[in-house]
């Protein structure tokens, strides 16, 4: 290599296409496995958001960590960008791969639980799961969910209330759940609009109720990059029949939940780790000819009773908050704020 | 909610979809933010690969970690959700944001350390970037690199040898780079096959030459979600002018490095974090009418001179093995063993 003249020269061709270099840069040479991360933080802390700031700090911080702890492979690299890719490229409006990974991995499971920490009395989320849509309609209280001639019928009674037993009325609740096949309308290839899923509201006395099926256990869906990852882990891919429950109204904290019936083969197993005791259910029966004729149902149908509780939204907040402080006294005990009730380090 | 009958009819009518329960599980029910994680990781150690355990081990270890410690929102759950799944969907055989994003979170920089130790006497490596393809052409020495008409030619001059000086003969030579627009040819939608980039083989002098043009600096592509995450992080696309060269020969550990003209303004703050002081050279002319007629260059035209030199395989995994395990040292100080070159921990 000579030295010759500078290359100055260099670069000018193309500066239009290039932003100019603005704020006080680190500068990003010769990083090494040992100085990359700091660098890397250095220059991500250019945002303006404080929020932004701490995440990326972390997640640089995890993912070279990570990365050192295993002397992850440039094979082991290449598959893992092949792997995210993919699940990218199957995902679509009805197949939420990502999602998915998510559930598989028990990250949704434990984001519920830092969102939606448990009060004593109120109702335990668990993982929203792939299956939900937008498209579902307006149901009337006994409307019948399903249109599957093979299922097990079922009556839903429900009501919510708040922790001191107040009914809460006009509460938006999404249900959705599988067929008698354990397949979700939005995995038939002739799906033509939504079917097995519904939006009903709680009335006066915060009641709501339709008829369902009897949900029965499947498989998630297994031919894509999840399914590969789980064979490779040895872990079978089935989650217990579950019925679905989202939950919104102003004021009130959020609630996606499902109920679980009990003595599933796979409710000590599920492939996404949603099940909660609270959360599992006996099925009774309609016994009364009287509650029979009033919910027009065959004496002898199945019956799901179940009362949800939500928690006001400054209860859940305050709850959140608690918990929050008491996990970064765990992680090291750096002095945090709250910005739009998510915690930033202090500057200082 | 009654008691009733047990449930045991749930599920039944569709076990066949459903692949038994094997092996010794945990029960996986009522998992918290506090318990999850090892939990999780019992399901993982399903898995019959040792390698699989440990990568996954750390990999539910980082991310849990990182969601508690940021208390990680629904929202930017749903948000980061989008954001990979959007990356996979832009993905394509000559689009590769998913090593983008590698890139710009100085993870391929970090792996390329971990897995291409530098020794004294080795050259350096860097980023692959997403701009390599597998389409390009064997070029005779002396080929011209890039049709582009407006770009300023450049004779590159190489050689390649072992630590000791010896000629390494037959090294496969890709060599890739940017038009004087600082775009490649998989940029061009008008792609009709490959251009500015080709295939050489080192003759038994290990040496190799072509005419290449003199680099200019570009912009990453923006405009996709690795942009979008730059612009939150307030943080410019660019890249310092270079060109591409990625080594193979059976017996010598892979090189994939570039070469940087001194002088960039972006030198020192590259957006992928690849430079590194013994990559960046300075550029000479053609002053010899001897060597110009030799090479069928203009008097005067750009001088690119270079000497790679290559660690044996041998080499390169001594290295390896001798950073893996003073790694090691430095994350808790497990006893490790080598599973194909990889670390996995030893069981006792």
Redesign the interface.
């Known amino acids: 290599?000579?030295?010759?003249?500078?290359?100055?020269?260099?670069?000018?061709?193309?500066?239009s296409?290039?932003?100019?270099?603005?704020?006080n840069?680190p500068?990003?040479?010769?990083?090494?496995?040992d100085n990359?991360?700091e660098?890397?933080i250095r220059?991500?802390n250019?945002?303006?958001?404080p929020r932004?700031r701490?995440?990326?700090e972390?997640?640089?911080t995890?993912?070279?960590?990570?990365?050192?702890?295993?002397?992850?492979?440039?094979q082991?690299?290449s598959t893992s960008?092949e792997f995210?890719?993919?699940?990218?490229?199957?995902?679509t409006d009805t197949r939420?791969?990502?999602?998915l990974l998510?559930d598989t991995?028990?990250?949704?499971?434990?984001?519920d639980?830092?969102?939606h920490p448990?009060s004593a009395s109120s109702t335990e989320g668990t993982v929203l799961g792939p299956f939900h849509t937008h498209d579902a309609i307006d149901l009337d209280h006994g409307a019948v969910l399903h249109k599957d001639p093979?299922a097990?019928p079922l009556l839903v009674l429900c009501d919510v209330k708040d922790p001191q037993g107040n009914p809460i009325s006009g509460v938006k609740i999404d249900v959705w759940e599988g067929d008698?096949?354990?397949f979700y309308d939005v995995q038939r290839e002739d799906r033509s609009g939504p079917d097995g899923r519904g939006v009903l509201h709680s009335d006066s006395d915060g009641r709501f109720f339709f008829k369902a099926i009897?949900?029965?256990?499947?498989?998630i869906p297994s031919d894509g990059p999840v399914g590969a990852m789980l064979r490779?882990?040895?872990?079978?891919?089935?989650r217990?029949?579950h019925i679905h429950f989202m939950m919104h109204k102003e004021g009130w904290d959020p609630l996606t939940t499902a109920l679980y019936?009990?003595?599933?083969?796979?409710?000590?197993?599920?492939a996404v780790?949603g099940?909660?005791?609270s959360l599992v259910?006996?099925?009774?029966?309609v016994s009364d000819p009287e509650m029979a004729a009033r919910y027009d149902v065959a004496l002898g149908t199945k019956?799901l009773?179940?009362?949800f509780v939500l928690l006001s939204m400054e209860e859940a907040a305050a709850l959140?908050r608690k918990?929050?402080i008491k996990?970064m006294e765990?992680?090291g005990g750096k002095k945090m704020s709250f910005l739009d009730?998510?915690?930033v380090p202090d500057l200082d």
């Open positions: 290599m000579g030295s010759g003249q500078s290359s100055s020269v260099v670069g000018k061709a193309n500066m296409r290039c932003e100019p270099v603005t704020g840069l500068p990003l040479k010769d990083l090494t496995a990359i991360t660098n890397v220059i991500n250019q945002s303006k958001s932004a701490f995440v990326f972390r997640l640089v995890h993912l070279h960590d990570f990365a050192r702890e295993v002397q992850l492979s440039e082991e690299w960008v995210l890719t993919k699940i990218g490229q199957m995902s939420h791969e990502m999602i998510s991995l028990g990250l949704s499971m434990l984001l639980s830092i969102n448990k093979h097990t008698s096949h354990g009897v949900p029965v256990p499947y498989p490779l882990l040895g872990r079978h891919v089935n217990p029949s019936p009990r003595g599933d083969p796979y409710e000590a197993s599920d780790f099940v909660k005791e259910v006996d099925f009774t029966e019956l009773q179940y009362n959140k918990n929050a996990n765990k992680y009730g998510l915690p």
